[in-house]
């Protein structure tokens, strides 16, 4: 877990997911890389548990695993979104 959420893009991911607290289908983000190292991104959140992945015809929605993540790491996931939205303000891009 700490892994994925090592990588600025995938936090970045994880960041929004947690701010709408819902869904979101991959096309939602608006990354600043190629495709396919988004997918490589998407790929390695889900492999590593943060996220999960569903069909909804013909969009991938994706969500925050947070009650899974605190279940096993209480609070940590917590901490580690908190620290992201510091540095992001510390550095002007909240």
Do not use: W
């Amino acid at each position: 877990m700490l892994h994925a959420l090592s990588d600025p893009m995938r936090l970045q991911i994880v960041r929004e997911l947690a701010a709408v607290g819902d869904e979101l289908s991959c096309s939602h983000f608006d990354l600043p890389v190629t495709k396919s190292t988004t997918t490589h991104h998407f790929r390695v959140l889900r492999e590593s548990g943060v996220i999960q992945q569903v069909y909804r015809g013909t969009a991938k929605m994706n969500g925050l695993r947070k009650d899974d993540l605190d279940g096993l790491f209480p609070g940590l996931l917590d901490a580690l979104l908190d620290a992201a939205t510091r540095q992001a303000a510390r550095l002007g891009g909240a």
